[in-house]
């Protein structure tokens, strides 16, 4: 009886622990989950963000392209001021 009811207690401890244990295995495979999901959202953010550094930066390129011309054609302007000064 004594064994009977140390085997029922032993079982009982069992299946607290198998209970604490599928109760932290669900926890860890939901924050893997979330760390997932978070990791796929941050690679989105990272490429749409390489994404827009690429469009601004062949934006800026043209708009470099810009000042240099327009720099050109002020000093054009300037030299003719010059010249119609000088005759």
């Known amino acids: 009886r004594q064994f009977d009811i140390a085997n029922r207690e032993a079982m009982d401890e069992s299946a607290e622990w198998r209970l604490k ?17 978070e990791s796929s959202r941050r690679a989105d953010d990272a490429s ?33 001021c010059n010249s119609r000064y000088m005759n």
Not at 21 to 37: A, P
Not at 59 to 73: C, D, G, Q, S, Y
């Open 21 to 37: 244990y599928d109760t932290e295995v669900d926890r860890v495979n939901k924050c893997i989950k979330d760390l997932q999901v």
């Open 48 to 80: 749409g963000n390489n994404h827009k550094l690429a469009i601004l930066q062949k934006e800026n390129a043209i708009l470099l392209e810009k000042v240099e011309t327009l720099k050109r054609e002020l000093e054009e302007e300037k030299q003719k």
